[in-house]
């Protein structure tokens, strides 16, 4: 991955998994989707929804799983000077949640994810699937801003 294309975005805009795949225990995915959970969980909070829809398929992936999962790595690659940095002027605590509505293609449950921020550097947050299935959008964000 030393010399690999870097790309613009850790997921490609439309991708579909399917979930209804034998493990190719060839393949090291869940090193990987481990090692990458390790980075969105302490230093990169922009890969955390994309390993959040990779880590689904820990016991059904194939190589478009694993692909999938390189194209993160090519993203790390292209955004790797980037970085937390703290500004001392700025001490205003900032927070933002937002959702999608139902654009889980296996169950209709919809993502949320929030993130807060203090002097310009995000200092909490999450992205996850949400418990429920939301009846409409206004519902999906609302259960997005109390999850928060």
């Known amino acids: 991955m ?3 294309n870097t790309v613009s975005t850790p997921m490609a805009l439309g991708t579909k998994l399917c979930p209804d795949t034998t493990p190719d225990d060839k393949l ?3 090193e990987l989707i481990g090692s990458l959970n390790y980075l969105a969980v302490c230093t ?3 890969i955390s929804y994309s390993i959040s829809k990779l880590s689904q398929y820990l016991t059904c992936y194939d190589k478009s799983h694993w692909l999938a999962a ?3 790595l090519r993203y790390l690659k292209k955004t790797i000077n980037f970085g ?7 001490k205003v605590v900032y927070g933002y949640s937002d959702s999608d509505w139902g654009n889980s293609q296996e ?3 919809s993502y949320s994810g929030y993130c807060f921020m203090l002097s310009n550097s995000v200092i909490s947050w999450e992205s996850r699937k949400q418990k429920t299935v ?3 959008s206004t519902e999906s964000e609302y259960m997005s801003l109390s999850d928060s």
């Open 28 to 30: 090291p995915y869940r």
């Open 70 to 72: 390189k194209r993160v």
């Open 2 to 4: 030393l010399e690999c």
């Open 107 to 109: 169950d209709k449950k």
């Open 44 to 46: 990169r909070p922009n």
């Open 84 to 90: 937390l940095v703290f500004e001392l002027d700025d």
């Open 134 to 136: 939301a009846l409409s």
